[in-house]
């Protein structure tokens, strides 16, 4: 049974209540990280923590410990959870106020809830589909205009998961006015002709931590990257499709709406952006 972290203590899984007053169970009224665990170490935890301050910032809630806190309360739950490779979830909600109301309280007034636990992923970085690639199907983009915030508003992703499920894909891109946005829990680009093309930060789009490695990396790399939105007509005639977040790594997409993308396997460079990070990631992790 796994600990986890409620609130200022450790506890078995099974012992962990929330309040039925919690905003974030009443409004989704909630922000929420995820950090990957290699080798018992954290990925880019810094990232990630300046994310959450922003995204805490973004909707007047205070943060419920310090960034130190934050560190050692991670540490301590990999150690506890005897962690190898996995994932570590965050979540800070508004609290539980006395009742229910559209209105949120003071942030001075009532404190913050925060959980956090673990899940085990035996073998993340050596996922099999990175070898043979994902599909993915295309869904209108029609969530809340502040996708910058990761808040745990997540409904709309979550049902597009299952549409894609439900044609025997992996996953689905989200697509507002012809132009691709992301994915249901990734960032996503194409490569045309050895450019690696994204969408640029906007509040169109999560700033995906793994995505400012990844682009950091490619640089490093002399990779050629052109920041712009991308048609879904682009993406199916690229040479290679991927997308990026914290779960995935660098993760190939071979198949769009069931046109091969390029020749249908995973392309050289999410291959070698994949390798890349994975090696640089394992040599910073904390």
Not at 4 to 33: C, H, K, Q, T
Not at 61 to 66: E, G, K, L, N
Not at 123 to 146: C, E, F, M, N, Y
Not at 270 to 283: G, T, V
């Amino acid at each position: 049974m796994r600990t986890v972290y409620v609130n200022g203590e450790y506890l078995p899984e099974n012992e962990a209540r929330v309040s039925v007053f919690d905003r974030g169970f009443l409004m989704a009224d909630g922000v929420y990280e995820v950090t990957s665990v290699l080798d018992g170490k954290l990925v880019d935890f810094d990232g990630h923590a300046v994310r959450l301050d922003r995204s805490l910032s973004e909707l007047s809630m205070r943060a419920p410990v310090t960034r130190d806190e934050l560190l050692q309360i991670h540490r301590e739950l990999v150690a506890r959870n005897d962690l190898t490779d996995g994932l570590v979830y965050l979540q800070i909600t508004r609290g539980a106020p006395a009742d229910r109301d559209f209105a949120f309280p003071d942030p001075d007034e009532v404190p913050p809830t925060i959980v956090l636990f673990t899940q085990s992923k035996p073998g993340l970085a050596d996922a099999p589909a990175a070898k043979t690639g994902i599909k993915v199907i295309s869904i209108d983009d029609i969530r809340w205009g502040r996708r910058d915030i990761k808040t745990v508003q997540l409904l709309y992703p979550s049902m597009g998961k299952m549409m894609a499920k439900a044609k025997g894909c992996d996953d689905a891109w989200m697509v507002e006015d012809g132009y691709v946005t992301e994915g249901t829990s990734n960032n996503a680009y194409i490569v045309k002709d050895g450019r690696i093309v994204t969408r640029p930060k906007s509040n169109d789009i999560l700033h995906g931590i793994t995505r400012a490695a990844v682009l950091r990396y490619a640089a490093e790399a002399q990779m050629e990257v052109d920041e712009r939105p991308f048609t879904l007509e682009e993406a199916k005639a690229a040479d290679e499709a991927f997308v990026t977040s914290a779960s995935t790594f660098v993760m190939p997409v071979v198949e769009i709406d069931g046109t091969p993308v390029g020749t249908g396997a995973p392309g050289p460079v999410a291959a070698r952006l994949r390798e890349i990070y994975l090696e640089e990631s394992r040599k910073a992790a904390i």
